[in-house]
């Protein structure tokens, strides 16, 4: 059964960056597709982007300038780093995976696992 | 303001059945495969309804997804005090370039 866990500080001051960590157990990082979904308090999902294990990325187009998605596939952790943050970026912070469906030769159309989320406020 | 809309909440009696609107647009649920997900207090969201109307491994089908243009509809039967959850849909938005969800729905089982 596949795992995720995000890890990272609870607490970034505005302007700084925001730095978190998922950590996938029981699969593999390789040919999955793997995302960032946030929720602000008292709002919806929001897509945050997705990171190939290839390393190519897609970002959505409203945060495109300040994300930031990585690999490690030696520790099977993938990577958000979300630049010049203010308190309208506070949310729990989930990361899930994408999957890729050999029938239609690109990424599934859903989020299959995802981690329990982690909340990340923006304060002075 | 989410890109789909969901009611803010629903309730139902035990072993009842109630029914989840999504709505969108053609840019996202018409032209796009819609999923579901539940999130239970305090546990990571689980898959339930992939690609409009399929249900992954283990979810039982007491759960049911459909789609007709821009809106789409999860159903659930038999409904059980642990059912009680938010559920949130979700699909492609073709315009946006973006996965979008809908705000989520409370389920209260009275």
């Known amino acids: 059964q596949v795992q995720l866990q995000e890890s990272g500080p609870g607490l970034v001051k505005p302007s700084e960056t925001l730095s978190l960590t998922c950590t996938v157990s029981?699969?593999?990082?390789?040919?999955?597709?793997w995302t960032w979904i946030r929720q602000p308090p008292g709002m919806g999902l929001e897509w945050i982007g997705y990171?190939?294990?290839?390393?190519?990325?897609n970002y959505n187009p409203s945060l495109k300038s300040r994300v930031t998605m990585s690999l490690d596939t030696s520790k099977n952790q993938f990577s958000l780093k979300l630049s010049s943050v203010t308190a309208a970026d506070t949310a729990v912070y989930y990361c899930?995976?994408?999957?890729?469906?050999?029938?239609?030769?690109?990424?599934?159309?859903?989020?299959?696992?995802w981690g329990q989320g982690t909340l990340v406020t923006v304060s002075p | 303001q989410s890109v789909l809309t969901q009611p803010p909440s629903v309730s139902a009696a035990p072993g009842q059945k109630v029914t989840i609107s999504c709505s969108g647009s053609?840019?996202?649920?018409?032209?796009?495969?819609v999923s579901w997900y539940q999130r239970l207090p305090g546990t990571a969201p689980k898959l339930l309804i992939y690609?409009?109307?399929k249900r992954p491994s283990g979810i039982p089908d007491r759960f049911s997804g459909s789609k007709s243009g821009t809106s789409a509809t999860l159903g659930i039967t038999g409904l059980q005090t642990g059912d009680e959850a938010d559920y949130y849909c979700?699909?492609?938005?073709?315009?946006?370039?973006?996965?979008?969800f809908g705000g989520g729905t409370k389920l209260t089982v009275l």
């Open positions: 990171i190939y294990y290839t390393g190519s990325t």
């Open positions: 053609n840019s996202n649920i018409e032209n796009n495969y």
């Open positions: 979700g699909a492609w938005d073709s315009s946006l370039s973006a996965w979008v």
């Open positions: 899930a995976r994408r999957g890729y469906d050999f029938w239609r030769g690109r990424g599934t159309d859903y989020f299959d696992y």
């Open positions: 029981g699969g593999s990082i390789s040919g999955n597709y």
């Open positions: 690609d409009n109307n």
